[in-house]
């Protein structure tokens, strides 16, 4: 049985014709699932710099706590804080010397005295609170501060309580970030074992698209699905393999399909999967790999196709296809609802590297009017308002054609499968865009 029946085979009440959301993202999980072990297998060493946004390929054990000594998190003056027991007004302390961050102090510090001290330096032991010099005066070699300032143990930073030695530090599977990459650096590691990164190639169709370059033509629009797809994977750390704007012919989309299976982990292509009759592309795909066509309860990305096209290698590997809808802003949409998932898991992202951008709760500027049976996706502009929900207000025309409502945006309202239409003050979810997309 192909892999495509056998999936639709175990997921109850599977209808290519009449898929929820929810069942795409189920479906296209355990599609990729497969071929995401052989990937994980490959690695390479690369310079911290360079690990930004790529996948951790092991754990990373903490050698030692972080920070290593208890320290002081103050500019001040460092005393034991049993002499603020039962102290009221004014506590006299004597000055005894200076530590410095960076080099620890030797010399003893008794009842009644105080070790001037410096944001970072290690606390002398027994030494437990930390008075900020904004407190004290200073007076020759004493120091005065009001007792009620401050409660013992106050300003002192414990040895591990950012990393215990022997802690996780950072887990396999992690998008390495910027706190990530910091504290790598703050365990000493110059460099990073990470996962190879995932090559996806991508292609536009139709007769009706223009090349950057080519001379406006009439009924013709210029390619700018390629450009977002470039964009959305760039974003995502893919490597990416752009293989133009295929005309709609069976031979050259053939010959670019399989090129890309061979040089490829994934394909996106966009254009060419509803129903249309100059369409070869659906043709052309159904024939070289193992393909489902859908049409999902959504809107906008209803057509979409998926599918595995295998490599013309001996290997007995394939690529994973995503055939995207045609409409710019389907071409987001999906990617961001089920390509970026399974992207991440390709990639060797764990369960929660890969979910969606949490969900914002926001009342809505406008009325909103949608069937129940779909989940709609509506491009929305969100802002803050003091002391209350946050307000989004509908972005322009919704057209599924219509980019510009998209650069408008800065979220997705999220009108899920059983909702129907929303009136001005009701509440709704709101998936902001946050860099993702
Ligand atoms: N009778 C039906 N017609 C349509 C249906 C349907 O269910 N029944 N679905 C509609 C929906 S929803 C979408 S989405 C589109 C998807 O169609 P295709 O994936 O076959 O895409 P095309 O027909 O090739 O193009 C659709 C639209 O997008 C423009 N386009 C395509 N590629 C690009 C590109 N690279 N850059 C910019 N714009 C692009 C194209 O010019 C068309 O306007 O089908 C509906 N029709
Ligand atoms: O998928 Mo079409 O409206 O979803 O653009």
């Not at 659906?282 to 809107?299: C, E, H, K, N």
């Not at 009017?369 to 803050?384: I, N």
Request: glycine fraction near 12%; aromatic fraction near 4%; charged fraction near 20%.
């Amino acid at each position: 049985m192909s892999r495509i029946a056998e999936i639709a085979a175990a997921l109850a009440g599977y209808d290519a014709k009449a898929l929820s959301v929810e069942g795409v993202q189920q479906f296209v999980e355990q599609l990729v699932a497969p071929g995401v072990p052989a990937l994980l297998r490959q690695r390479e060493d690369v310079p911290l710099r360079d690990a930004l946004g790529r996948v951790l390929a092991d754990d990373v054990v903490s050698p030692f706590s972080v920070p290593p000594h208890d320290n002081s998190a103050m500019d001040g003056f460092a005393f034991d804080g049993a002499a603020l027991d039962g102290a009221t007004g004014e506590l006299p302390l004597r000055i005894v010397g200076t530590a410095l961050a960076g080099a620890a102090w030797r010399g003893e510090v008794g009842p009644g005295e105080a070790l001037r001290i410096m944001t970072g330096a290690v606390m002398p032991a027994g030494l437990d609170t930390v008075v900020p010099q904004e407190f004290c005066t200073v007076d020759g070699d004493t120091l005065h501060f009001p007792a009620s300032a401050l409660r013992r143990g106050d300003n002192r930073r414990f040895a591990g309580e950012d990393l215990m030695a022997g802690s996780a530090a950072l887990r396999a599977g992690d998008r390495l970030g910027p706190a990530s990459l910091g504290l790598a650096a703050s365990l000493g590691l110059a460099t990073l074992p990470v996962l190879r990164r995932l090559r996806v190639a991508y292609f536009s169709t139709g007769d009706e698209i223009l090349s950057l370059g080519d001379a406006p033509r009439e009924g013709a629009v210029y390619d700018s699905n390629r450009y977002t797809v470039f964009g959305l994977l760039t974003r995502l750390g893919c490597e990416v393999v752009d293989l133009g704007l295929v005309r709609d012919d069976p031979a050259t989309l053939e010959a670019t399909l399989r090129r890309a299976a061979s040089e490829a982990d994934a394909i996106i292509t966009s254009g060419g999967v509803s129903v249309g009759q100059a369409d070869h592309t659906r043709a052309v795909m159904q024939r070289l790999g193992d393909m489902a066509f859908w049409r999902i309860a959504m809107r906008p990305g209803r057509p979409m196709a998926v599918g595995l096209i295998p490599r013309d290698d001996a290997t007995g590997g394939h690529a994973v296809l995503f055939g995207l809808p045609g409409n710019p802003v389907a071409v987001m949409v999906t990617f961001l609802a089920f390509v970026r998932p399974a992207l991440l898991q390709l990639m060797g992202c764990h369960a929660e590297a890969r979910r969606p951008p949490p969900l914002l709760r926001a009342t809505s500027a406008t009325a909103i009017r949608k069937k129940p049976g779909r989940t709609e996706y509506q491009r929305g502009l969100v802002r803050a308002v003091p002391g209350a929900l946050p307000e989004v207000r509908i972005a322009g025309n919704q057209g599924s054609g219509v980019l510009s409502s998209m650069v408008e945006a800065n979220g997705l309202v999220v009108l899920h499968h059983a909702q129907g239409s929303v009136e001005p003050g009701e509440s709704v979810d709101v998936m902001m865009f946050d860099g993702t997309i």
